[in-house]
C-alpha cells in the first residue's frame, strides 16, 4: 500500500512538472532525482 502511495506521489509531481514553464529544466532533473531516491529507498529498505 506504501509502494503504491509513492508511487502515485511521484506521479503526481510529474504532472506538476509539465505545467512548469520549459525555461526552467533544472526542475525537471530535481524531480527526476526525488523519483529515484523514492524508488531506491523502496528497493533497499534502510
Not at 527526476?32 to 524508488?39: E, G, N, P, R, T
Request: with cysteine; proline share 7%.
Amino acid at each position: 500500500a506504501e509502494e503504491f502511495q509513492v508511487s502515485s506521489y511521484t506521479f503526481g509531481c510529474w504532472d506538476h512538472v509539465d505545467v512548469i514553464p520549459q525555461q526552467d529544466p533544472y526542475v525537471i532533473l530535481l524531480v527526476f532525482f526525488i523519483h529515484l531516491a523514492q524508488a531506491l529507498s523502496i528497493l533497499s529498505p534502510i
